[in-house]
């Protein structure tokens, strides 16, 4: 039986146990967590309280949706503790007292999770584990977030029998292949508003099984993608009343145990630890910038990637990259030569469509775009500058007229000059390095009217015609070129790490793409500038490091 027909029949009978483990330390914690930033909120001070907060929701986080312990180096809670302790002093001057109160709670109860060696989820995940056939069965670990991925990755290699053990996150699963048996740490809505609700409707285990805190809310509320119809006495088909109530709802096996606090105290559901899209780009902003003065701004979205990278994509309609299909059907089918890029194993997609699991290919060696760099090699260095220059005129033309005039003004004569969707977004997006002219006629001779290149407009369109064919003949190259090496690469490799870096020999010096998981998109809509979207840099923003 392969993996598509393994996941059919795990959908048909899902067969999914539930471990509900009470336990008062980290649930001390996640109240003293909820009292601060209710208070905050209350008093309105969120925005300075908010931040502040972030270490311990992450450890808080990270606790209760993987395996690893309190003590775990790899978590360095002791040094979090420090940092807090520097928080207190620092809130004394600049909060409430009874802020002040609150957040002293927290840093006590983060000290004495450090010095656990084990805990009731841990106990109670490596009790399963040791019953488990490890020569005979697939296991892996399932968390719901790249950052608990790496710390419980080390911590299995001290654990007996940790080597036979994977540790993914969803996005990994929708491309991985199939297992006996997959251990999903945390609650069930933290993967499904993460797309991750695959993992229960199409399981990629023939067992799951699901450990969690029972302050967390572990109530599996999802359809079943398959309803089983049981014919009636009368062979009609349908089902009773009784048997279609109990197919509303995909059904768990739910096992208690451990210390619980009591039902009023139970703790509200907490979502994945927020990501301050804000402060990550301001940090990478810092000193003087060449690039400052005029640059244009583009919607954008950060987007975390395997391995610890992120990089912020172009959000705009047009706004394409390369993706890879790695499915191994996928690859074998397709030839280096095929057009039809709905149907290839590399192709250029909408910004807009990628979604968490798909693998997008951005470039990582060389410098920059690499469809320009390849575009202007095939017209030859001399056509290239002339037709850059040419596209840059009329852009630079549009840019001085903003900043002379302001954007409504610029949209108003623009449409005085016949121009057909001059809004301030059209404008902006035309502006853009990377948009080659407006897809109306009549707005790219509106543009050149109001940039007063009119009299040279047959050569300007072209300009925009022929930088047109040659990008999509670039995108063509790069494809092909891409093709054959990801027909050449170890796909389990990809698979499993989520990464991986392909050279392109003959494209353009040190040119390489890298194929990078996503594991989540920020819904955040940003404005970045241009020499920051689409530039890969490394997430180091673990909050309690």
């Known amino acids: ?165 994977k540790v993914l996150t969803p996005a990994a699963l929708r491309t991985g292949g199939f297992y006996d048996e997959l251990f999903l740490f945390g609650a069930p809505r933290w993967y499904i508003r993460n797309a991750g609700d695959f ?17 967390t809310d572990l109530n599996l509320k999802i359809e079943p993608l398959f309803h089983r119809r049981v014919a009636a006495a009368n062979g009609s088909g349908d089902r009773s009343p009784d048997e279609a109530a109990s197919q509303q709802a995909i059904k768990a096996h739910v096992e208690e145990s451990g210390t619980d606090p009591t039902v009023a105290d139970s703790e509200p559901p907490f979502e994945l630890p927020v990501v301050d899209v804000q402060a990550i780009m301001r940090s990478r902003r810092t000193g003087s910038s060449p690039f400052d003065a005029y640059e244009e701004e583009i919607e954008a979205r950060l987007i975390l990637l395997a391995g610890g990278d992120a990089v912020l994509l172009p959000y705009t309609d047009d706004a394409k990259s390369f993706s890879a299909d790695v499915d191994e059907r996928a690859v074998n089918a397709s030839d280096e030569d095929d057009e039809d890029e709905d149907s290839a194993t590399v192709r250029r997609v909408l910004n807009k469509q990628i979604e968490v699991g798909d693998f997008i290919l951005l470039r990582t060696g060389g410098g920059g775009d690499l469809l320009p760099v390849v575009a202007d090699s095939l017209m030859g260095e001399k056509l290239a500058a002339h037709r850059r220059a040419d596209q840059k005129r009329w852009k630079d033309a549009l840019r001085a007229y903003e900043r002379r005039f302001g954007m409504d003004e610029l949209c108003r004569q623009l449409a005085a000059a016949g121009g057909l969707r001059a809004n301030s977004t059209n404008v902006r997006n035309w502006m853009r390095e990377r948009n080659l002219r407006p897809a109306a006629d009549a707005d790219f001779s509106a543009i050149l009217s109001v940039a007063e290149l009119a009299g040279d407009a047959p050569r300007y369109f072209l300009t925009a015609d ?51 998981r996503i594991e989540r998109i920020l819904p955040d809509i940003v404005m970045a500038r241009a020499h920051e979207v689409n530039d890969v840099f490394e997430q180091k923003d673990t909050p309690w490091q």
């Open 199 to 215: 993992l229960f409707t199409t399981p990629r285990s023939s067992r799951l099984s699901i450990f969690g805190y029972r302050w």
């Open 1 to 165: 039986m392969d993996a598509v027909d393994q996941i059919y029949a795990a959908a048909a009978a899902p067969k999914i146990k539930v471990h509900s483990i009470g336990d008062n330390t980290l649930f001390r914690l996640s109240r003293a967590i909820r009292d601060v930033d209710r208070t905050a909120h209350e008093e309105g001070v969120s925005e300075l309280i908010g931040p502040r907060l972030s270490i311990a929701k992450a450890i808080r986080f990270v606790l209760s949706a993987s395996p690893l312990p309190g003590a775990s180096p790899h978590l360095r809670l002791a040094a979090a503790a420090k940092k807090l302790a520097f928080t207190e002093n620092e809130l004394r001057f600049r909060s409430s007292e009874r802020i002040v109160h609150l957040f002293s709670q927290i840093r006590p109860e983060i000290e004495a999770l450090s010095r656990q060696t084990t805990s009731a989820l841990n106990e109670k995940f490596l009790g399963v584990w040791r019953t488990r056939n490890v020569s005979k069965d697939r296991f892996a670990i399932v968390v719901p977030d790249a950052k608990a991925k790496v710390p419980t990755d080390s911590w299995l290699q001290e654990i007996e029998g940790g080597t036979h053990l």
């Open 466 to 516: 022929q930088l047109n064919s040659v990008h999509h003949s670039a995108g063509n190259e790069i494809r092909r070129k891409l093709i054959a090496e990801v027909k050449k690469a170890d796909l389990d490799v990809l698979r499993l790490s989520g990464k991986m870096t392909f050279h392109l020999e003959g494209v353009a010096a040190g040119a390489s793409m890298t194929a990078y």
